[in-house]
């Protein structure tokens, strides 16, 4: 008989461990990557929606490093695609 080693949990899929709001955010990067029109309001107030989350969980401090890091991206991908729709700057 072996003796069984303790072994840590193999690590959590990456869908689990993020939130159904960043879930939105990815998708809603997807969509204005493909073309898709209004996407990128929507990935505006996606981005809205996981910030105002990010002050009410206890959690917040993973989601905040999160918004730190995929907002910029999402920034530039509005503006390139306002920018290739003709569309005036959302800020000047």
């Known amino acids: ?17 993020s939130g159904p709001l960043q879930d939105e955010v990815y ?4 969509r204005l990557e493909s073309g898709h029109p209004r996407a990128a309001i929507g990935l ?7 910030w105002q989350a990010a002050e009410s969980e206890s959690a917040a401090g993973e989601q905040r490093l999160w ?3 995929i907002c910029p ?11 290739a729709a003709g569309d005036s700057p959302l800020c000047t």
């Open 1 to 17: 008989m072996t003796a069984h080693k303790h072994t840590a949990s193999p690590q959590p899929h990456r869908k689990q461990q």
């Open 27 to 30: 998708r809603q990067m997807f």
């Open 44 to 50: 505006a107030l996606a981005l809205l929606r996981a």
């Open 67 to 69: 918004l730190r890091k």
């Open 73 to 83: 991206i999402c920034i530039a991908m509005i503006e390139a695609a306002q920018g």
